[in-house]
């Protein structure tokens, strides 16, 4: 079977979408979905989504990792899916759509190039020594770092993410530095297991981290650099809960494409 695919990417973060309103794919396959994202065999991507129909929404994101598993939140992802509604018709300049982690609400530009991504809110930030550990939609291991830029973060973040703690659930490792009036950060991303070049759960992770880390309260802006480009994150905080979390950056469409696919259960 033959399917239209479109490939997205926000920040360098990039992903393969499909529309799936017609729920004409059975796309509970991890071995076709990693063989879709591998950047030797197949499209190539950090993940893939689906997009459908749902009672309630305008959409329903529906992700997976590129190792062909479901997925917690994708901040990169939602950006992008957004986007690719508007590509489609399907909202105009703002949506309601479900993740996996409960309703998002969102904005886009009249271009359609930028999106502003409503993230669930957040009571709880741990400690693990000096790292802060929280869930942003997707658990976040964040640590500050020196020297970032030539940082061995694949290395460090592997290890860090297959520790006695973290390794049976995973755990996404962000590594940040002070940059001016935000932050640099380097992301080992598990599901891919590796390195990518930006995280939105994860940077929204770093952004909250740090406003405690610094006793910050009241209304938060956030720039953050990634190795994909510039991200925005806006809070507020009021020393117990962070609230009104908003992602906000790049989507845009790098291509579009058929592919040849074998489904299983297929109609």
């Known amino acids: 079977m033959k399917i239209q695919f479109y490939k ?5 973060n990039d992903f393969i979408l499909v529309d799936n309103r017609d729920k004409r794919i059975n796309h ?5 979905i990693s063989h879709l994202c591998d950047r030797r065999f197949g499209i190539g991507g950090d993940g893939m989504m689906f997009l459908q129909n749902i009672e309630g929404y305008d959409f329903e994101m529906v992700y997976y990792n590129a190792d062909g598993r479901p997925s917690s939140m994708c901040g990169n992802g939602g950006r992008c899916i957004v986007a690719f509604a508007k590509f489609l018709g399907v909202i105009d300049t703002e949506t309601d759509f479900l993740a996996v982690d409960g309703p998002h609400h969102a904005k886009i530009s009249a271009g359609g190039d930028w999106v502003s991504l409503q993230m669930i809110d957040v009571d709880t930030v741990n400690r693990d ?6 869930n942003t939609g997707s658990p976040h291991y964040v640590t500050l770092a020196d020297g970032l830029k030539d940082k061995d973060v694949y290395t ?13 659930k995973g755990i996404n490792v962000n590594f940040v530095e002070p940059t001016g009036k935000g932050y640099f950060v380097r992301t080992f991303e598990r599901g891919v297991e590796d390195e990518t ?6 940077v929204t992770a ?11 309260t009241g209304t938060i802006e956030t720039p953050v650099k990634v190795l994909g480009g510039d991200l925005n994150i806006r809070f507020d905080y009021d020393g117990k809960a962070f609230t009104d979390i908003f992602l906000e950056g790049p989507a845009k469409l790098v291509f579009e494409g058929e592919v040849e696919i074998e489904v299983k259960g297929e109609r």
């Open 8 to 12: 997205y990417q926000g920040a360098g």
């Open 28 to 32: 509970a396959d991890p071995q076709l």
């Open 129 to 134: 020594g000096d790292a802060y550990v929280l």
């Open 156 to 168: 460090d973040g592997y290890a860090i993410r297959n520790n006695e703690t973290y390794k049976a």
């Open 197 to 202: 070049y930006a995280c939105g759960t994860g």
């Open 206 to 216: 770093v952004a909250l981290a740090m406003a405690q880390h610094n006793n910050q």
